[in-house]
C-alpha cells in the first residue's frame, strides 16, 4: 500500500521541486514546520558562514581587502590564509588594518601575543611575545616564513567587532607552517586593537619582498 504521508508532511503539499544542481543561493526556502503548519524561510537564515571575497596573491606587495568587503553587514569575519609564501626568505607576516579604506594604516595601539612552537630532527623551539601599541600584527610569534619549495604557511584568523564603534577590534588566529630554518611548526595569538572607530581594510603583507597565497575572506551574519 503506498504512503499517503512521510511523517507528518503531506507529500502533495510540495509541488515544483527541482534538484539542486548547486550550493543554494540565500533567496532559496525551504520548509520548516512551525507546530504542524509548513512555513518557509530563506537559506540566508541558516547559512553560518557567507564566502564574501577571494584572492590570489602571486607576487603583490600586498593583499587588500577594502571598504567593499569590510563592511556593517557582517557581525564577524573569518579569513582563511593558505600556501601563504614570502618570495624574501626569513621574513615576518604581517597584518595591518585601516579605518578609512587604506589612506592611512594604524601605527599603533595594537595590544598583541603570539606563541609558536617549531621543530625539525633535532631541537624544539617555543617562541613567545607579548607586546604593546603596536602598528601592526607579526604572524607566527618571531618565526619567520621562508621562499624556498615547501616553505608555507597556512592560518585561520577569526576578526571580531570590526564594524562596531562602540568597542575595540579583536583578532584571534591559529595555524601552521614550514619555516626558513626548515622547521615545522604551529603558531597561535591573538590581539585587541584600540579603536572604537569601524576597520574597513585589511592589508597582508611581509615585511620584506612580495607575497604569494591564497586568502578567503567569509562573513558571519
Do not use: C, W
Not at 616553505?151 to 614550514?178: C, I, Q, R, W
Amino acid at each position: 500500500m503506498a504512503l499517503s504521508k512521510i511523517g507528518l508532511i503531506d507529500p502533495t503539499a510540495i509541488t515544483g521541486e527541482t534538484a539542486l544542481a548547486a550550493t543554494p543561493a540565500l533567496t532559496d526556502e525551504l520548509l520548516v514546520s512551525d507546530a504542524g503548519t509548513l512555513k518557509r524561510i530563506d537559506f540566508s537564515h541558516l547559512n553560518y558562514l557567507t564566502k564574501v571575497h577571494a584572492i590570489t596573491g602571486d607576487n603583490d606587495a600586498a593583499v587588500v581587502f577594502n571598504s567593499t568587503y569590510i563592511t556593517s553587514t557582517y557581525k564577524r569575519y573569518t579569513l582563511e590564509a593558505y600556501n601563504v609564501q614570502s618570495a624574501t626568505d626569513d621574513t615576518g607576516f604581517e597584518m595591518h588594518f585601516s579605518v578609512d579604506n587604506g589612506s592611512n594604516y594604524l601605527g599603533s595601539g595594537i595590544t598583541r601575543i603570539n606563541f609558536s612552537n617549531t621543530s625539525d630532527a633535532s631541537n624544539d623551539e617555543i617562541h613567545s611575545r607579548n607586546t604593546v601599541n603596536q602598528a601592526s600584527i607579526q604572524i607566527g610569534g618571531g618565526v619567520n616564513f621562508g621562499s624556498g619549495t615547501g616553505e608555507v604557511g597556512a592560518n585561520t584568523f577569526e576578526l571580531v567587532n570590526f564594524s562596531d564603534t562602540g568597542h575595540y577590534k579583536l583578532m584571534y588566529y591559529n595555524g601552521a607552517l614550514f619555516n626558513s630554518g626548515g622547521k615545522g611548526g604551529i603558531n597561535a595569538g591573538a590581539a585587541v586593537i584600540n579603536t572604537t572607530s569601524a576597520i574597513n581594510n585589511i592589508k597582508l603583507k611581509f615585511s620584506s619582498g612580495v607575497i604569494y597565497g591564497e586568502f578567503v575572506l567569509y562573513g558571519i551574519a
